[in-house]
């Protein structure tokens, strides 16, 4: 139904679309939304609300699905990182709010375990807090950090500890950092973006101890591309929601003019930090319709029709040669994907080189990059739909059988 004015669309403005077998990446535009989610963004749009009504009732819609007291809706998981770490910083205090990103003299410091650096911790830089690292990388493998490294880091200055969950091995586990950083009253900060699925992590890093958690919206859970989950603390989402929402209130009309009268804020804040990241009620509407649709369904329902796209595509490849196709599935990510291993000598053509094929192609198509140096593409199912997969496997075929 949308396909067509979309095809029109992008037609108009000159731009292809693309098969997409690289999964939910935003350079691609992240997932695609289901007509349920887009109709609730559809007639979101045809009514105007209170903005801070509208996210305190989606908070508790996160709060409910995810196991913490509060939740609130942010434009993207980075975002929510950047306004996680202000909240961190800022707390309730409105001069503190006013004067970010300038930290001078507050908390802003957050530390984080060296081999959980990565280059979306540049959110959190943005507020104005300095990343202190400890632990090692590398030798020996496992125990890079030790805990004591993480309470030695931690002093007046610490805002929090930024615990993202990666594939990295050697880090002290969440539930431990969570416990060092209680003991010393600093918030934990947990970037799981991509941790979905398995869906029962949306409850997981909350149990464990987080603070704050991120999820980005637009990519497993099916919302729109510029939302994101924020879940957490209700004092630190409540700071979040005045740094980000619309300011230019006044104090006798404002919605929140409660928390004047009962002295819990020195004054109404002005435009905050988050304002410049700012999330309309169709994202709200798209992304709260998505999440609902998402825990309703289950892992093992996804991962068998992601099966089933790949199932399409798999034998138009099998048994070509200088090619090996591999079927992988881990226990902590159950997304099935299907890499395709090159034999370079023999077919005379690299990772980087099909990828480059594929995309330049009619109609382009992105597959999975991140072994192309290895001579591996990976096809993620989640973004094709079977008529996709067929183009795919026609054009894998054709161009592999080429080769030789
Ligand atoms: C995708 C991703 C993000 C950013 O999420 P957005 O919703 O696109 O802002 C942050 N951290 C990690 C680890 C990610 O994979």
Redesign the pocket.
């Known amino acids: 139904m949308h396909t067509k004015e979309v095809m029109e669309f992008y037609k108009s403005i000159g731009v292809k679309p693309i098969i997409n077998a690289a999964g939910p990446l ?1 350079r691609l535009g992240g997932s695609r939304l289901d007509a349920e989610v887009l109709n609730a963004m559809a007639e979101a749009s045809a009514s105007f609300v209170h903005i801070d009504e509208l996210q305190a009732e989606a908070g508790k819609v996160i709060a409910q699905i995810t196991g913490a007291e509060a939740g609130y809706i942010v434009n ?6 950047s306004l996680a770490t202000a909240a961190c910083v800022a707390g309730l205090d409105v001069g503190k709010m006013d004067r970010l990103p300038d930290t001078a003299g507050m908390k802003n410091e957050v530390v984080v375990q060296r081999g959980h650096r ?1 280059s ?1 911790d540049h ?1 959190i830089r943005a507020v104005g807090v300095r990343m202190v690292e400890v632990g090692y990388l590398g030798h020996p493998g496992a125990g890079s950090t030790q805990p004591w490294q993480i309470a030695e880091a931690i002093n007046a200055h610490t805002a929090a500890i930024a615990c ?1 969950i ?1 594939s990295t091995t050697g880090t002290v586990s969440l539930p431990e950092v969570c416990v060092i950083a209680h003991a010393k009253r600093i918030p934990v900060i947990v ?1 799981a ?2 941790q979905l699925p398995p869906r029962s992590n949306l409850r997981r890093f909350i149990a464990e101890g987080a603070d704050l958690v ?1 999820f ?4 497993s859970i099916g919302g729109p591309q510029a939302s ?1 989950i924020l879940a957490g603390r209700a004092d630190l989402i409540a700071s979040v929601a005045l740094q980000h929402q619309d300011m230019d209130v006044t104090a006798a009309t404002w919605n929140k003019r409660a928390l004047l009268a009962e002295g819990k804020l020195d004054g109404i804040p002005h435009q905050g930090f988050g304002r410049a990241m700012k999330v309309g009620r169709e994202e709200v509407a798209g992304l709260i319709t998505a999440l609902r649709r998402y825990v309703s369904g289950n892992d093992i329902s996804d991962s068998v029709y992601w099966c089933s796209v790949l199932d399409i595509i798999q034998p138009m490849i099998d048994g070509i040669s200088g090619v090996r196709i591999e079927r992988s599935q881990s226990t902590s990510k159950p997304i099935p994907t299907l890499s395709v291993h090159l034999d370079q000598n023999l077919l005379g053509c690299s990772g980087y080189q099909l990828v480059n094929m594929l995309l330049e192609g009619d109609p382009p198509i992105a597959v999975g990059e991140s072994y192309a140096d290895l001579n591996i593409i990976v096809i993620n199912p989640q973004g094709l739909t079977e008529v996709e997969a067929d183009i795919l496997g026609l054009r894998l075929q054709k161009l592999l059988l080429a080769m030789r």
């Not at 993207?76 to 990182?81: H, I, S, V, Y």
């Not at 980005?216 to 990519?219: F, H, T």
């Open positions: 935003t993207g998981a980075a975002a929510g990182l990565n979306y959110a993202p990666l970037d973006a991509a991120v980005s919206g637009g990519k994101g």
